[in-house]
Nanobody, 117 residues
Framework: QVQLVESGGGLVQPGGSLRLSCAAS????????MGWYRQAPGIQRELVATITRGSSTYYAHSVKGRFTISRDTGKGTVYLQMSSLKPEDTAVYYC???????????WGQGTQVTVSS
């Protein structure tokens, strides 16, 4: 089992940057994939980016070139560096982890990102 805690959200102007962090604790050595999802009011939760244990990354088309996902496996932490932020990036951002040998996902509590002038 693993616990996930997000941080780094806040209010930022369009074109600005934020860095989100997800600190994992517990059985971090069994984490296979970590990712970021987001959910805006009235819109279903969508995948933003993922990173595997082998450091393979995936980005949603809407954020590719603007967001960068990275990880520190020793600390069990994953980051999402967000640049050139747009109002449509406004959402609650959730950290997600998939464990080796398990068929369930773990989720953090979410952190609010608001992009507005």
């Amino acid at each position: 089992q693993v616990q996930l805690v997000e941080s780094g959200g806040g209010l930022v102007q369009p074109g600005g940057s934020l860095r989100l962090s997800c600190a994992a604790s517990g059985n971090i050595l069994s984490i296979y994939i970590m990712g970021w999802y987001r959910q805006a009011p009235g819109i279903q939760r969508e995948l933003v980016a993922t990173i595997t244990r082998g450091s393979s990354t995936y980005y949603a088309h809407s954020v590719k070139g603007r967001f960068t996902i990275s990880r520190d496996t020793g600390k069990g932490t994953v980051y999402l560096q967000m640049s050139s932020l747009k109002p449509e990036d406004t959402a609650v951002y959730y950290c997600n982890a998939v464990m080796v040998g398990e068929r369930k996902d773990y989720w953090g509590q979410g952190t609010q990102v608001t992009v507005s002038s």
